[in-house]
């Protein structure tokens, strides 16, 4: 049964390929994913690397955590469980939710002066 791995702290220029070639070393790489900004498409210095087995996983966390890739010395354990987020409201509900954007002086603006 395939494994999930974190990997934190990369360097912004490493790449799947990079991190697929470097696990490797551990055992059968089934997947490797570097999270990116949705916007910018730029490195979040972090993603997941899926190995084949438990023992390669296990292989995979004693070479690598805390050794250096692209430069980085990078943290390497188990992924945790993605935990369901609570939706965001988007547009014009989330900039007025709560109030206005002035902040909390809710019209009594005269009396503090």
């Known amino acids: 049964m395939a494994k999930k791995l974190f990997v934190g702290g990369l360097s912004y220029e490493t790449t799947?390929?990079?991190?697929?070639?470097?696990?490797s070393?551990?055992?059968t790489v089934e997947s490797a994913t570097v999270i990116t900004d949705r916007m910018s498409g730029r490195s979040k210095g972090f993603g997941f690397v899926e190995m084949s087995s438990e023992e390669e996983a296990q292989k995979a966390i004693e070479m690598f955590n805390g050794k250096e890739i692209d430069g980085k010395n990078v943290t390497v354990n188990e992924a945790r469980p993605m935990e369901a987020r609570p939706r965001e409201e988007g547009g014009f509900k989330r900039a007025f939710r709560g109030g206005d954007r002035r902040g909390g002086l809710g019209g009594r603006r005269n009396d503090r002066w």
């Open 16 to 23: 799947e390929a990079t991190l697929k070639e470097t696990f």
């Open 25 to 27: 070393q551990a055992g």
